[in-house]
């Protein structure tokens, strides 16, 4: 009796002492409705009906957008020009060496009008094959020396053109420096075409990015390696809009920046007399130089594209909903059918 009320005790004894020992971390997570994943949820059935509808929802909303588009960008009316070629001398063999001597480089175009192009008309000129987006032209300026007058030593990130002489360029980098140079002017019968080139630029960029207090100074200063255009040294930065439009860095190597506005209507078959002067270096890399003018709709300039990826979503997906209706209609099946499982087809199988 005495051994058997001992081990009870000692049985006890370990009992309380296994309760007061610390218990190991569980690592089974609180439990929650959302860690288990019993939140309510939306767990459409897909039935032929319900696909149906909604590939032909997609179509009728998607094939009279695709129309709009395509006739918007149909009525603009757009007019390209290409002139690199054509502007330099039939006896010139080294269009480089003609391009980076100084001169009077002058150019007459004509162009016809095709179709009644109303105002405003948009002039830009278009380079094929330049990289605007490589990494190192793109990081070659300052944005605090364009904004900020007090920021004008403000050069480390704009080498190689940062200083010349010791002095400071203002606007410095490489983006400045290649600034386009073309210039172009418009007639019709004997009569000047005025190009407004005011509010080309961003507002954004006007108000915001370049400085109404920041003046050009040293630009283009080394005769002997010359980018691209000059810059008025008693007008702000945030007046000279051709360099805040030139800034606005392209993502791609074929792009069109914005010159200025024709504001005056051009009627069928008129004949328009561009002289132009071809100053801008685009033969040492193989370039083009294109002279455009546009109209534009309430989806902007020309563009087939929106219109084509409409056309071809909606045309598919009426295209998937027929097919699927005569699928259905033909050969039904009964939702949730068991017969269609894998082990009722083929009981004997595994």
């Given at each position: 009796m005495m051994s058997s009320n001992t081990a009870s005790?000692?049985?006890?004894?370990?009992?309380?002492?296994?309760s007061a020992a610390p218990r190991r971390n569980s690592k089974k997570p609180k439990y929650s409705r959302f860690t288990q994943q019993e939140l309510p949820a939306c767990k459409p059935i897909l039935t032929p009906r319900w696909v149906i509808s909604a590939f032909l929802l997609v179509s009728v909303v998607f094939i009279p957008i695709g129309v709009a588009s395509l006739f918007a960008s149909r009525?603009?009316?757009?007019?390209?020009?290409r002139y690199d070629n054509d502007c330099i001398p039939d006896n010139t063999t080294d269009k480089v060496n003609y391009i980076q001597t100084p001169g009077d480089k002058s150019?007459?175009?004509?162009i016809t009008v095709p179709k009644r192009m109303k105002q405003p008309i948009y002039v830009y000129y278009q380079l094929d094959n330049f990289y605007q987006n490589h990494r190192r032209y793109v990081k070659s300026r300052s944005d605090a020396q364009l904004r900020d007058n007090s920021s004008a030593s403000d050069t480390s990130s704009c080498k190689p053109e940062d200083t010349y002489n010791g002095k400071i360029i203002v606007p410095c980098g490489l983006i400045a420096w290649s600034l386009f140079n073309d210039t172009y002017s418009f007639s019709r019968n004997s009569s000047q075409l005025n190009v407004n080139k005011k509010d080309i630029s961003w507002?954004?960029?006007?108000e915001h990015k370049f400085g109404s207090d920041v003046y050009p100074s040293n630009f283009q200063s080394n005769d002997t390696v010359i980018g691209g255009a000059s810059l008025n040294s008693s007008i702000p930065l945030s007046q000279q809009e051709d360099l805040i439009v030139w800034m606005r860095t392209a993502a791609l190597p074929t792009?069109?920046?914005?010159?200025?506005r024709i504001e005056v209507d051009l009627e069928p078959n008129d004949v328009i007399s561009v002289t132009l002067q071809n100053n801008y270096n685009t033969y040492s890399f193989n370039g083009k130089k294109k002279l455009v003018l546009s109209?534009?709709?309430w989806l902007g300039g020309k563009n087939d594209f929106l219109g084509?990826?409409?056309?071809?979503?909606?045309?598919l997906c009426f295209f998937l909903a027929l097919v699927f209706t005569l699928v259905y209609l033909v050969k039904p099946r009964?939702?949730?059918d068991p017969s269609y499982l894998s082990w009722n087809r083929n009981p004997g199988g595994h």
């Open positions: 005790s000692s049985a006890a004894v370990a009992g309380s002492a296994d009525d603009v009316v757009e007019i390209v020009d150019c007459n175009r004509s507002k954004s960029d006007r792009f069109r920046k914005l010159y200025g109209t534009t709709s084509i990826a409409y056309l071809t979503v909606g045309g009964r939702l949730g």
